[in-house]
């Protein structure tokens, strides 16, 4: 909405609005609700990690390379994201789309090496979501951060087209600035998915 | 599934009520079309994004759901009124405590409360709405149909019968089948949607938008208590949405979270339901905090007394209240250490609510006291609320909750707190923000006859259940047999259930009396308020505020006022265009999608399921793609509207 | 600040190494260290708070713009909250749990 | 008008301690929680009596300001030009009625804690004495006590030494139960694959009424049982009896009294389901998850006649002793 800022005029265009800077904070607090969202996940994981009903136990199943693999993935797409940001910020409109599609294209491969170790479990080693209370709740919470991965592609590649549609303006840069906001917080949720589920796992 | 499934039958109770839902539906669309009322309803009410109107819309659906939940209630104490009843029989019974458990929490205290938010918090800080409109007719959708989900479950598919807690194992596929514990969490869930983006939204509004001059410190006391429930129902909502989500899973889709089968831990959904459960009570107890600090300081015309103290005391409440959810299972065999954290992390809690009491107390103490509606439950709540935060110390005590536990003290202890806190607090809002939603007084005779009515039948209906908790009779019970001893005390609380019962006649007595002959508010101000909201006419005008107010303290209007009659001179106002969001029927379109998926769900026909997510998700890429900058309302219209006041 | 986006993106690039490094050196913790499992776990623990706060304040600029302090206070609580579910849980219901089997 | 509302006001704030009061002195056989037989109830009541004592103490401070301001600074028709001074706090009261709680909490924690901890080990009373081992599983809707020593299982009641400590095993067939004599000591939950422990004891002989208080569904009015607390030579004398006596519990049996539905009858058997089932292992009670009937199963009336039934047919039994 057109009601600008008072102060702080050099303040980057995504905050350049009253309306912008009112969904950036309640952005940042819905970031707050899914930290509180995926620690329920985790709490239900590290609950039930060693209730194997005779099934697959996570050292059976967990494969460092796959992991190390996804982990490099999201954490260079979340660096290229900060990049497209910047770009944005030196109003590059160019650079900042170039920045977002590589971000998206590493998103997919993230979620392609996820549905092939998914599939891996399932299929080969016949470890489904019904086969135990641990293998429900690792694929429950694994699987909610895989969909956000998901919906972020999606989402951010409809901002990519609004962008080329509108150009950059306060508009469109607020939607960028927060997508990526969300995009950097799906990297942290695998930081801990990575130390709590797959290493631990793995440690003994 | 054949159709006699589908459709609950074999209950006269169920046809009658079949039959009166079949002839409201008919009756309102009548009426609609005879008035030609329709495109009314849809750009006045359906499609708005205005809080104010959004808030009377979460009121009514508050006080039906009230109605609903009240029936319940009347129904269970009808039944245990004598021993041996046959009036309902066991399922019948236990349905009804289900339902009236989940109602009245969770659509009947929550959007009552998000009502009151809606109504005053924008007003009391000097704001044109709150910082998401669009997303708030979303919040309110959300919750109405998560509500009309849950409540179709007792004509179509049968009713949850698993408490409203809906523990494991018993809430799972083997011990209650069918669709009912399906509409609990499908319902619930759509619901839980609106109350967490409300939740955002009054945060947001609260921090950025409030008027210039206002700061947190001079923020009135249920703009701070708004604030500090929205941090806990954001915080804590995402909880019950994984446990719900989780406990779907188990049902449709044959996990193992909390099934006895496949090692699932059922005792994990307990512990999941209560660290949302706990802080959930204070989400309904703190507003009600709010409420009646407006109201006390109001009334006794007097600044509220440590107003500081009763903000930190709130903060210390929004940290703890997080750390106590255990006492809700101290008998599920957490060992003694966890259990002895939990109880003393418990009584401490009610040091700050302490606090807020002598507070109050204060706040009355060399005041001038009238005793109008809002006032008398506003008084009334100070001594009940004690008895209700008393035995609550009781209950912490884990040791002796195991005697407690599961009787009818713990069943008088919430009561206690959540009637006296949360249904005082809101009829209490109701009388004192009325003018300011309609523009009326509700008629204070009749507003006293329905306090009178509902208090002492508050207490003649729960002091004796105290008493039958140390005599051992447990709660959820459907009858009792005769040599118990708990009959006298039964019918007593019966007696008082009644009359609570005709103290809510009286109230809708007085809102159709008040319509049709109530006193106008001609001055916007007739409590002789302190806070911004009566600085506007009444009802307020859709833009709200003409001017943005200049606040310069704690009660800002009663500054005004104050500099007014020491005849400090009043700059003219000079209007500017007021910029307002635009209506949008999308929030109410996508809710319908919502639930046509959580009706799917709940019987488990996956196309249907499908098809209203992905009407979820078109509306949500639709909104996406809309760039609406809203209108300005001219100064030709302030002018006008602002002329009208005296 | 829009005028200080020029150049190189040090801080982006630094915060990109600093990542992989601790990732690589929790695998390294994990995998190739004779400390007890629980020593290892506090460790690998600490080292992804780390990470995360180098998403939070480099990649995220969680402190910036007007309201910077509330997005953090936010955040923090939020911190808050999830450690008191996470650990809540585990203490309540297995590790702090009576039950004998 | 105000002054009629003040007595009612006043009339109703005493209404409201009174009943407390009538709480405290009616400490006769009907209020259960405060008529202790055995030492786990009695630490359990004087833990509540201790801070009932807090209670009252804090709702009649607050009751008696209350009173006294209301009373005092009403409006009434010749104070109207009364303007109540802005007054923003007093940090000295402030600090006083945070600190006076504080110290009541102190107070509460303190024994609280100390008796959450002895709680979890058999009575101090009677350290020493070898507790009694009892394996109570909770079946939608009834309640199985089978003795491991004894090799003696007992439906819908449970014979108890007195002044032996019972160490109860808790476990579940079905849905979350909870066992709860109140008369000998609070109660713990029975959940199916997992087993807790409860210890009570009863110092008086009597029969005690026992239940599940945690809501299983349908019949869970229904799913009570009798304590039976014994002299020693009683207790040893009807073990010996039902050991020779009783019939040989069997699979099928034991089977057909898990299966959802309310049992009104007392059984004996010697032997027990200990020998080829412990609900409390995870996972054992798999093949045993009953299947739940909708609707209806429960007949009040029937529920109700052979209660009665049942209990003369018990007390006949006594008499033959």
Redesign the interface.
Known sequence: MSEIAPKQSNLPLEYSTKQNQLNILGFWIFLGAELALFATLFATYLVLVS?T?GGPGPEELYELKTVLIETFLLLTSSFTCGLAVYEMRRGKQAGMIGWLIVTILLGIGFLYFEIEEFILYAVHEGATMQTSAFLSSFFTLVGTHGLHVTIGIFWILIIILQVLKRGLNADTARKVFISSLYWHFLDVVWIFLFTLVYLTGMVS | MKWDEFFVTGEPLIYMADAAIVLTIIGIVFVLTYFKKWKWLWKEWLTTVDHKKIGIMYIISAVLMLFRGGVDALLMRAQLTVP?N?FL???HY?EIFTTHGTIMILFMAMPFIFGIMNIAVPLQIGARDVAFPYLNALSFWTFFFGALLFNISFVIGGSP???WTA????AGN?????PGQNYYLLGLQISGIGSLISGINFIVTILKMRAPGMTLMRMPMFTWATLITSILVVFAFPVLTVALALMTLDRIFGTHFFT??G?GV??HWANLFWIWGHPEVYIAILPAFGVFSEVVSTF????L?????MVWSMVAISVLSMLVWVHH?F???S??PV??FF??ST??I??PT??K???W??T????????TSAM?WS?AF???F??GG??G??LS???????????YFLVAHFHNTLICGTVFAVFAALHYWYPKMFGVILNEKLG?ITF?FF??GF?VCF??Q??L????M????????ADA?WTELNVISTIGAVMMGIGFIFLCINVVYTYFKGERDLTGDPWDGRTLEWSIPSPAPHYNFAVTPQVKGLDAWWMMKKERKEGKEEEKPEYKPIHMPSNSGRPFIMSIFFFIAGFGLVFEWMPVAIIGLIGVIICMILRSFEYDDGYYVPVEEIKQTEAGRE | MAQNEKGFPWKHVFGFLLSIILTLLAVWITFSTDLPTNTIITLIVVLAFCQAFIQLLLFMHMKEGESGSWQATMIYYGIYIAIVIVAGSIWVMSLGH???? | M?AQ?QK??NL??K??PL??L??LT?CSE?????NPKGPV?E??KD??LW??WF?LF??VV??V??AV??WK???RPE??D?????????TL??II??AI??LI?IA??IP??K??????KPPKESRGVEPIVIHATAA?WKWIFSYPEENIETVNYVNIPKDVPVEFKLTAV???S?L?I?EL?????N???????LYLQADHVGTF?G?N?????????HQTFDVNAMEKEDFYKWVKETQASAPLLTKKQFNEIIQVGVLKDKLTFSGTHLAWVDF????E??DN????E???T????EV?SD?HDNREHESHQHEGH
């Open positions: 209730r009903a | 041996n046959t029989d066991s399922q236990n019968d698993a408490g523990y494991m194992p018993l083997e011990l209650s089948p069918g006895l089968s090692d059922p005792m006794a015309r007097k600044r007394f440590g107003y500081t103290a299972f008998t599920m065999g060992g003694a259990n002895a109880s003393v009584m401490a009610a040091i302490g606090v009491i002598f507070n107390l204060f009355l103490y060399k005041g001038r006291i009238k005793f008398l008084l100070i001594p009940t004690v008895i008393v035995t110390v009781m005590m884990a040791a002796a909750d195991y005697q407690y536990h599961n009787t006293k009178w208090v002492l207490n002091l004796p105290y008493v908790g140390f005599m051992g447990p709660r959820r019970i459907y009858t009792y047999p001893g | 009576q039950h004998h089997y | 105000p509302q009612w006001l109703f704030m209404v409201l009943s407390l009538f709480l009616g009907r209020f259960v929680l405060l109830a630490v359990q833990l509540i801070s009932i209670m804090i709702i607050i009751f300001l209350f301001i209301l600074y009403r409006e104070n109207l009364y303007e109540p001074p802005d007054q923003h706090g007093n009261l402030e009625w945070t709680p504080v909490v509460l924690a609280t804690v008796a959450t901890f002895e709680l979890e939608d079905g849905g979350m909870a709860w109140p000591g609070g109660q713990k939950y959940m199916a694959g997992m087993g807790m422990t009424k239940r208080s945690n809501f299983t569904g349908e019949g869970f009015a409390a292992k995870p996972g009670h798999l998850i009953p299947a739940k909708k609707h209806g429960i007949k009040l009336e109700e209660h």
